[in-house]
């Protein structure tokens, strides 16, 4: 495994990618500016200290909003949670000193199997991709039992106090999303068993592409699991899918958490909300950090539509256990919603 940090280390002076690492891209893959959002779209925003308020009338107001971005969206900010801000900054400072590591240090992570509990790499699954992404990983399962890899100093210790943090955060937004189902509260929590529910930490490195034009940090898709919360060092490359056209995710709104909905809540949903496609494309001056906490049931759990969803309506999906749907996405080329596509009915 060559990662692309060890690629452009060997090469310091490199003007083109190697063919290794070019895309061949479609007309929906057009470059898009970085940093240029169009000044109509407005991306949901949600204020989670109203999301939790004892106001009855201002929960349910930020409830209704919710599942209208679910809806709508599939993506939103949240912000006024309860994760530090220091606590953000460090954990991505944590994420950077890990990708700073010498290629032996990091290799010493190095992954196998999806389900392996830590997995440092590079692209997306290398032993079925004919064309690598230019990004390098590290993935680690931090839920139900946290494990973490022990350099650099101090890195373990933020991540936990970090992962427990966004745990909050997510029980709160999935709490709203079982009321705005017309569910109860803790729907979600006990039907999925979401106290054994898989968290993976997934750090990415995004470095500086000679021919970013070429090139694709990971290709559109969609996310196992059932909310997605990200967070970067400031450098755009997040682009959303949103009726029919990408949009940039601007990377410097203070201390706001970026939320997505996943594959596990549009089939609990029975497709009312949608598991939002997006990508994340590269630029040729500066190194983007994104963190990613993917919050999913437990691996026994199968996930079907919601009994209370489909009385009236015949069920969209049908259910699949979640370990196996795991290493389905996993184990397969990346590409949009293809595995979701399977359990279409």
Not at 66 to 81: K, P, T, Y
Not at 179 to 207: H, M, R, W
Not at 262 to 287: C, F, P
Request: glycine letters at 6%; hydrophobic letters at 40%.
């Amino acid at each position: 495994m060559i990662s692309v940090k060890s690629l452009l280390a060997q090469s310091p002076n490199l003007t083109s990618i190697p063919p290794t690492h070019t895309i061949t891209k479609t007309p929906n893959d057009e470059a898009v500016t970085l940093g240029h959002i169009d000044p109509e779209v407005k991306i949901p925003i949600i204020d989670f200290s109203l999301l939790t308020s004892s106001n009855p009338d201002q929960r349910s107001k930020t409830i209704a909003e919710l599942g209208r971005a679910c809806e709508d969206w599939g993506f939103f900010m949240v912000i006024n949670h309860c994760v530090p801000e220091t606590l953000m900054s460090a954990v991505i400072d944590g994420c950077r000193g890990f990708f700073d590591l010498s290629e032996e240090e990091k290799l010493e992570f190095e992954g196998k199997h999806v389900l392996d509990p830590i997995r440092y790499g590079t692209s997306f699954n290398t032993s079925v991709e004919k064309v690598f992404y230019w990004r390098d990983f590290l993935k680690v399962i931090i839920n139900p039992h946290f494990q973490f890899p022990n350099k650099p100093s101090g890195f373990s210790e933020i991540t936990f106090e970090y992962c427990k943090k966004i745990r909050e955060v997510v029980m709160g937004i999935l709490e709203g999303i079982s009321e705005n189902l017309g569910l109860e509260a803790y729907y979600i929590y006990k039907t999925l068993n979401l106290d054994s529910g898989i968290q993976v930490f997934a750090a990415n490195l995004y470095p500086p592409c000679p021919q970013p034009e070429l090139a694709m940090g990971l290709p559109p898709h969609s996310d196992q699991g059932l909310l997605t919360l990200l967070i970067q060092n400031g450098i755009g490359g997040l682009q959303i899918q949103h009726e029919g056209k990408w949009v940039n995710v601007n990377p410097n709104i203070p201390n706001a958490l970026l939320v997505n909905t996943a594959d596990h809540l549009e089939i609990l949903s029975n497709g009312k909300y949608k598991s939002v496609v997006h990508r994340a494309i590269v630029n040729n001056n500066d190194t983007r950090i994104s963190l990613a906490i993917a919050n999913g049931p437990a691996l026994d759990a199968v996930v079907n539509p919601a009994s209370k969803l489909v009385e009236n309506h015949s069920p969209a999906y049908i259910g699949m256990k979640y370990k196996d749907y795991m290493e389905l996405q996993q184990s397969s080329s990346l590409t949009g919603k293809s595995i979701l596509d399977r359990l279409r009915l």
